[in-house]
């Protein structure tokens, strides 16, 4: 990979751009230069994906400073940085429907079920109860584990193929190209259209629900490894 030299945050963004995908080839981010009278920002936005604090590895070295509460002032960094910079570096991370459902699944085999919210009530706000035994909230509890949950393999960035039961087959093979729905579309194989989510390691869905049989979506497997 090779960055593009220079200063600024125009400069910054296009690195950044390069640096997220050399390290998440399956996500996909949108990277924003955004100006304002004190100054300018980057806004980084994904689905999914990696958590926060792992795009932080990326892109907070291409912040030049911080802001200082106690002072409030802003202090310059005293670093040198070849590639561009900008006064903020912000990340946003947001959920899909599917992640949601996966950390609340998660969480149920905690917990247990009493009192548990939908995916559509957590995006609501409607997810005020407690589950039996915890001093926190549904919400909580599902917001703090979506903001430590990976939804990418670290190593290699493959994806499982996996029946709607969930049985993982093994297979592993790289995605290829992207929509801006947030899903991959990695091939369509004998009437079966293969999905894999930004959630990584073991998520994918047919456009076609009536899926004859765990042997088709393993050919359907085989023909994408190949």
């Known amino acids: 990979m090779s960055l593009v030299r220079g200063s600024g945050c125009v400069t910054a963004a296009k690195n950044i751009r390069k640096e997220l995908k050399e390290n998440f080839p399956c996500v996909k981010f949108s990277v924003r230069v955004e100006r304002f009278s004190g100054g300018e920002s980057i806004n980084i936005y994904w689905v999914?994906?990696?958590?926060?604090?792992?795009?932080?590895?990326?892109?907070?070295?291409?912040?030049?400073?911080y802001f200082d509460?106690?002072?409030?002032?802003?202090?310059?960094?005293s670093n040198t940085f070849d590639f561009g910079s900008s006064k903020y570096v912000f990340e946003h991370r947001s959920y899909s429907d599917q992640a949601v459902e996966h950390v609340i699944n998660k969480l149920a085999g905690r917990w247990?079920?009493?009192n548990i919210p939908t995916p559509e009530e957590y995006n609501k706000g409607l997810a005020c109860g407690k589950p039996a035994g915890s001093t926190e909230s549904w919400e909580y509890l599902i917001f703090e584990e979506l903001n430590k949950t990976s939804f990418v393999d670290g190593v290699n960035n493959k994806i499982s193929v996996v029946d709607k039961a969930g049985e993982d087959d093994k297979?592993?093979?790289?995605?290829?190209?992207?929509?801006?729905?947030?899903y991959f579309v990695v091939k369509e194989v004998g009437g079966v259209t293969v999905f894999a989510t930004s959630l990584?390691?073991?998520?994918?869905?047919?456009?076609?629900?009536?899926?004859?049989?765990?042997?088709?979506?393993?050919?359907?497997?085989?023909?994408?490894?190949?």
């Open 48 to 65: 999914d994906g990696p958590t926060v604090e792992q795009v932080r590895k990326v892109s907070r070295k291409y912040q030049h400073g």
């Open 69 to 77: 509460a106690m002072t409030d002032t802003y202090v310059e960094s």
């Open 112 to 114: 247990g079920r009493e």
């Open 171 to 182: 297979s592993k093979f790289h995605v290829e190209g992207s929509e801006d729905t947030g």
């Open 200 to 226: 990584g390691r073991a998520q994918i869905f047919f456009k076609r629900s009536d899926a004859e049989s765990f042997a088709e979506i393993a050919r359907a497997s085989d023909a994408l490894a190949g």
